[in-house]
């Protein structure tokens, strides 16, 4: 007789409090069990050191006809450590909310490797900038130029040596082509401004942050979606990226980008 021997199954609840165990004591304000009660899942993505890229849907209003979609991402760069702690605060007021007006996917930390390198760092465990991974046109000619001559080869900003070489971009990549969103919301730290690229109204101001273009780089997600897939990308630079915006700043930052997107975001793909 042959035994068979049957792989364990995981619980989603189970591998979800194992991530939390590992992000939580690196994020500024976030607790193990508000990350637990999130109900992230995990993803078909990994970083290349297989951690899996957690996200999150969130169920509609069927009574809205023309739904936007909104792609949600945090933690692109694993040292703007508010960057992911802040979407985390907001994935609390949807679970709180219940149904939405939009149709949501949140990544609230798309480098992890990068969080939980003994000292987090920009980049990823590969030493790639992931916003400068992207396959922007002429990237081969560009990325790479535009890193040795603007940065004097900046190792926080290396591209790679090929566009969407990393796991992680990838997945970013995939996941823009499948969930085809109508806007993606992208949250950084340190500038404390907004940002847009592609065709959309820029907002005057989320909360305290104002717009204020900081500027379009070779392989970055706002050059290639929003530039060249005409998705708008909204990327949304706190202040700090380690010391937390106060409650009410977060809500009002929150409260702001939903009349942004309600008044200027049409729904393309339905």
């Known amino acids: 007789m042959h035994s068979t021997v049957r792989a ?3 619980p989603a609840t189970v591998k979800l409090h194992q991530w939390c165990k590992q992000v939580t004591p690196r994020l500024p304000k976030v607790s193990l069990n508000e990350c637990v009660l999130s109900k ?7 970083s290349f050191k297989a951690i ?3 996200t999150r849907d969130f169920p509609i209003d069927p009574h809205i006809k023309k739904v936007r979609r909104v792609l949600l991402i945090g933690g692109i760069h694993g040292d ?5 702690a802040v979407v985390f605060k907001w994935l609390a007021a949807m679970s709180k909310s219940g149904v939405q007006e939009f149709q949501w996917k949140v990544a609230p930390l798309v480098n992890p490797d990068g969080l939980l390198a003994a000292k987090s760092t920009r980049v ?13 046109p002429d990237w ?4 790479l130029q535009y890193w040795a001559k603007k940065t004097k080869s900046d190792p926080r900003r290396f591209p790679g040596k090929k566009p969407i070489s990393e796991p992680e971009s990838k997945w970013i990549h995939d996941t823009i082509k499948s969930f085809q969103p109508d806007v993606i919301i992208s949250v950084h730290a340190p500038f404390g401004v907004l940002d847009l690229d592609g065709p959309a109204q820029p907002p005057t101001r989320f909360g305290r942050l104002h717009f204020n273009r900081v500027g379009v780089y070779p392989g970055s997600l706002g050059n290639y979606s929003g530039m060249h897939q005409d998705i708008p990308v909204l990327t949304i630079e706190l202040p700090h990226a380690l010391v937390m915006p106060s409650p009410s700043e977060i809500a009002r930052i929150w409260q702001d980008m939903q009349i942004w997107i309600r008044q200027h975001i049409s729904a393309r793909k339905n």
């Open 80 to 84: 703007e450590k508010t960057a992911t």
């Open 140 to 143: 081969d000619k560009e990325a």
């Open 52 to 54: 899996p890229l957690m």
């Open 8 to 10: 364990e199954v995981v």
């Open 124 to 136: 990823n465990a590969r030493g790639v900038d992931l916003n400068r991974n992207f396959p922007t």
């Open 40 to 46: 992230l899942a995990p993803s078909d993505g990994r």
